[in-house]
């Protein structure tokens, strides 16, 4: 379902990401960690077609970004940190706009459920600047959803939430893995990848330091300890500092 | 205490100065200033004609019609200062206050600092401004001539102008404030406020209405001693009195040399330091009226570095039913209309009121168009009139209205991550965003269009231009039209992909001299791109009129030069959007910022 081979990314002179090979299956949630500046959110912003990759090739559902990005642009949904909304647009019109970009008929019927899912039914009518920034998040996650993408990129998505959406946000994660959807997620929040992921990949400067199920992992920086976290494998797998 | 307060103020600018001077480092603001700098030196520090200094009686024949422009600005300026004051008065706040910034208030107003502190505090911060416009309003007014003499005394003459308004605009907040926080009768206080200050206008106007007739029915031939009019209206005994304050104020100003000025200055500054006591002795709970007014400012100022034009008053936008129905399916483009067409705000635009002055106005103009009566419309002077009034509003429409109509790409650059995970080309993303503004650009041109053609008329020397010929040239002119616009917003679009850095620098307020420099520079470059595109197709359909109209008549040739130019505006269109979408596929602002 996501397909990426020999990913590099460049600033300039900067490497952000260097030769970056992973693959994430339908059903899976892959994890991605590393220390800040470590590429995660250039990766996320490659892999959702935002900025062009310098090297290497990324697949979604079988489509090949740099070449029909159309094709793989409509099956993925990306959600950055920060709410990104249209600020004369109410919730309602949000949805409204985003149906007409992925052309999704029947959108009236799939809102409804999404926005009381979302517990943002009765906040409908209201324009983004009346809403809070949990509400926000959860805006752009209805937008995210509204055409039932089967490809996820979540760019920590549990910011600025309540204890009680938080809750929600990793149930719908798991759920919509269990229903087909292969999804990434980058997250500073290690007890909320324990939780959801399936896979986790470990970045550190741009390079891959370990790739794998969560167990597999955990073993490889376990040193032969039982039931290593994913906090202290982090730490050993990036040595415990930014740089 | 006030040491801390005037070290915080000066050590801001300070490093706001020596912050402007480093980022000159980077060739755009060090190009933007020097561009500024020259605009300054040539265009308002340039004073074409003039040596020494003149006074403003000093210019023999001149002395008068000078004295006359001199008289009718400061009465503009006092009238615009009034009207200003009579609104504080009318249409006070909810909590009326002093102008602080938010972070002034974040630290001031739990500081252990009293009222009075804050008020000298908020008086000399705003000197500051005041001292750069008085500089700057010297500059600006001894550029138009109308009162020589030195620029020095002439910016002193700015500052006691500025200075007592700023006082006095002080004063009437605070007592607003206290009004409303002591008086039972605060409504009955500003209807007695308002009604004086109409009273005065009144009787100024009155006076000066009558005396303007009698002197000009009573100098008949004695037209030469134009230069004592404005005197002999002034020293009127009635109007003497009536309008003292504000000679008094402007005396300074308005002196001839040093002698003068000294003279002047005195009883301008006793009237300061009148207003100074009334600001400063004036106890009120300005503190809740200051953080909703620094509330309302920081809106506005997000909103223009958003690119957006600022709401009257900072207002809060309001959700607003679509401007058409958006079926969930269809060409995507037409969701980007949809968006940017609510982003249209309403405090600027009633569409009510915009769609009735349409309807009136289009029933005044087009009406005589189709009517046998074509004619009867106006004199001819005031056809003319019409005429070139449309036709330099159309030219403002194309130059300017670009720089204007920002509802495309420019206003979504925050949105940009998100827009290019859509499943769309980059041209059609950028085709999308651009046709609200062209809409917008294209109705006013098309309105223009149609008001020219039903004032004009086959008149003598211009018999060829019958009701045939304008209607087929208003149709011609009208499929070009968003063509035309359409060009001439790639072009902003264009900058602001190729150059974000440029582009955030110059939308933002805060920016200074280098910023004016690169508005300058964006303003030309759109000048020339319209040069370039528009003035090639311009002439070459005038070429085919003027060749083939001969042959086949002018209507016929006004249809081919049409069909001959269109797609060539087309075709510049076309790889206009398909180039700013290949930029914007691979913008990346982060980048730019790095």
Redesign the interface.
């Known amino acids: 379902m996501i397909e990426v081979e020999a990913l590099t990314k460049r600033y300039g002179t900067f490497t952000a990401v260097r030769s970056l090979s992973f693959s994430v299956r339908p059903g899976e949630v892959l994890g991605l960690v590393g220390p800040n500046g470590a590429g995660k959110t250039s990766t996320l912003r490659c892999l959702a077609g935002i900025i062009p990759p310098s090297e290497g090739t990324v697949r979604i559902a079988g489509h090949d970004l740099s070449v029909d990005p159309v094709a793989a642009k409509r099956a993925l949904a990306f959600f950055p940190d920060e709410p990104r909304l249209f600020e004369y647009l109410t919730v309602r019109q949000h949805l409204t706009f985003v149906a007409r970009i992925y052309g999704v008929a029947d959108y009236e019927a799939l809102a409804k459920p999404l926005l009381e899912e979302l517990e943002l039914a009765e906040k409908a009518d209201v324009l983004p600047g009346e809403l809070s920034r949990g509400m926000k998040q959860k805006l752009v996650i209805a937008c995210g959803l509204l055409h039932s993408p089967s490809v996820m990129f979540f760019d920590e998505p549990l910011t600025g939430l309540d204890p009680l959406g938080i809750r929600r946000m990793k149930d719908s994660i798991v759920r919509r893995a269990r229903e087909g959807a292969a999804v990434v997620l980058s997250s500073h929040l290690l007890h909320l990848l324990e939780e959801v992921c399936t896979n986790v990949l470990i970045l550190k400067k741009g390079n891959k330091v370990a790739d794998g199920t969560l167990a597999g992992v955990a073993a490889q920086f376990s040193n032969g300890e039982a039931d290593v976290s994913l906090e202290e494998v982090f730490i050993r797998a990036t040595g415990g500092s930014e740089t | 205490m006030i040491g801390a307060l005037l070290y915080l103020r000066f050590t801001s600018l300070l490093n706001l100065v020596v912050h402007r001077i480093r980022r000159l480092r980077q060739p755009k603001y060090l190009v933007g200033a020097a561009v500024a700098a020259a605009y300054f030196y040539f265009v308002l520090g340039h004073r074409p004609g003039t040596g020494a200094a003149q006074g403003i009686a000093g210019v023999p024949g001149f002395a008068g019609d000078r004295q006359i422009g001199f008289a009718i600005i400061c009465s503009f300026l006092c009238l615009l200062g009034l009207v200003r004051i009579a609104y504080a008065w009318i249409s006070p706040p909810e909590k009326p206050g002093l102008r602080f910034s938010e972070p002034e208030i974040a630290f001031l107003f739990p500081a252990p600092v009293t009222r009075r502190t804050l008020i000298h505090y908020r008086l000399l911060s705003a000197q500051i401004s005041i001292l750069f416009s008085a500089i700057l309003m010297a500059f600006l007014f001894n550029r138009f001539g109308y009162a020589g003499g030195s620029r020095w005394l002439h910016a002193i003459g700015w500052w006691v102008i500025l200075s007592t308004y700023d006082l006095h605009l002080n004063g009437t907040n605070l007592t607003l404030c206290r009004l409303r926080e002591k008086s039972r009768h605060f409504l009955l206080w500003r209807l007695g406020a308002v009604a004086a200050i109409a009273a005065y206008v009144a009787a100024v106007f009155w006076c000066a209405i009558g005396l303007v007739e009698a002197l000009l029915s009573g100098m008949g031939s004695a037209r030469s001693g134009s230069e004592h009019f404005m005197e002999q209206i002034l020293d009127s005994p009635a109007l003497h009195w009536l309008t003292l304050p504000f000679r008094i104020v402007f005396g300074p100003y308005a002196a001839a040399g040093l002698g003068d000025f000294a003279a002047a200055m005195v009883p301008a500054l006793l009237i300061l330091a009148a207003h100074y006591y009334w600001v400063s002795g004036t106890e009120a709970r300005f503190e809740e009226g200051s953080i909703a007014l620094a509330e309302r400012r920081a809106a506005i100022r997000a909103a223009a570095h958003r690119g957006d034009i600022p709401a009257m008053g900072g207002a809060?936008?309001?959700?607003?039913p679509?401007p058409f129905p958006?079926?969930?399916?269809?060409v995507?483009e037409?969701?980007f209309l949809?968006?940017n067409l609510?982003?249209i705000r309403s405090s600027l635009f009633s569409r009510r009121a915009l769609v009735l002055f349409l309807i009136v106005m289009t029933s005044m103009f087009i009406g005589p168009l189709f009517s046998a009566h074509a004619s009867s419309v106006g004199s001819d002077a005031m056809r003319k009139l019409v005429v070139a009034l449309c036709g330099m509003f159309a030219a403002y429409t194309i130059l300017v209205g670009p720089q204007l109509a920002r509802q495309d790409l420019r206003n979504?650059l925050?949105?940009a991550?998100?827009l290019?995970?859509?499943?769309?080309?980059g041209w059609r993303i950028a085709l999308g965003e651009l046709l609200a503004p062209t809409a917008i650009l294209t109705a006013i041109l098309w309105f223009l269009l149609l008001a020219s053609a039903s004032v004009l008329d086959a008149g003598e020397g211009a018999e060829w231009l019958t009701k045939g010929v304008r209607l087929t040239a208003v149709a011609c002119l009208g499929l070009a039209a968003p063509l035309v616009c359409l060009i001439q917003l790639i072009v902003p679009n264009w900058i602001m992909v190729l150059m974000p850095g440029w582009y955030q620098a110059s939308r933002s307020r805060v920016g200074g001299i280098e910023t004016f420099g690169q508005r300058l520079m964006f303003g030309v470059i759109q000048l020339l791109f319209a040069l370039a595109v528009i003035v090639p197709a311009a002439g070459a359909a005038w070429l085919i009129i003027f060749s083939s109209q001969w042959v086949i008549g002018v209507g016929p040739a006004v249809v081919l030069a049409t069909l001959v130019v269109l797609p060539i505006l087309a075709g510049e269109a076309a790889f206009g959007l398909w180039w700013l979408g290949e930029r914007f596929?691979?913008f990346?602002l982060?980048?730019e910022s790095?």
């Open positions: 809060v936008p309001k959700a607003r679509g958006l079926a969930p399916t269809g995507p037409m969701a949809w968006k609510l982003s979504d925050p949105n991550d998100i290019k995970t859509y499943p769309m080309e596929e691979k990346d982060s980048t790095r």
